[in-house]
């Protein structure tokens, strides 16, 4: 559930600027973005991002944002940002983000965000961490 929320920030706020990095609670970076590459926190490349379209390090699409929604490879619905609140498939409120804190749905701080701006956040825990 962490990596669903988490993604979800990151799908909201990414750019391609400098490496946005996503940091766990203990503050330890546990993987970024940089010119479109997703990187583990070794930096090895593990997928990319292209056309707001999520690829494995293959190559093949795995999932992509619509419409405030996030879609695996086949289309369905696995998640959702509305007004800072990620949402499950059910759309029951799973997390949210503040002030550069991911949250839970109690309110404890389980991550961090720096420097992220744009789409490609969440479709990065979505897809490589949930």
């Known amino acids: 559930m962490k ?9 909201l706020t990414v750019g391609f600027a400098n490496a946005q990095r996503l940091k766990n609670s203990s503050g330890s970076t ?12 070794s930096g090895s490349t593990i997928g990319y991002f292209e056309n707001d379209r999520v690829k494995n390090s293959s190559g093949s699409t795995i999932g992509y944002f619509e419409n405030g929604r996030v879609k ?8 959702s940002v509305d007004n800072g609140r990620v949402k499950n498939s059910s759309g029951s409120t799973i997390g949210y983000f503040e002030n550069g804190r991911v949250k839970n749905s109690s309110g404890s701080t389980i991550g961090y965000y720096e420097d992220v701006r744009g789409v490609h956040a969440a479709l990065y825990f979505f897809f490589f961490f949930y």
């Open 3 to 11: 990596h669903l929320i988490l993604m979800a920030i990151l799908l």
């Open 30 to 41: 546990i993987g970024y973005i940089q010119d479109g590459r997703v990187k583990n926190s």
């Open 72 to 79: 695996n490879s086949s289309g369905n619905t696995i998640g």
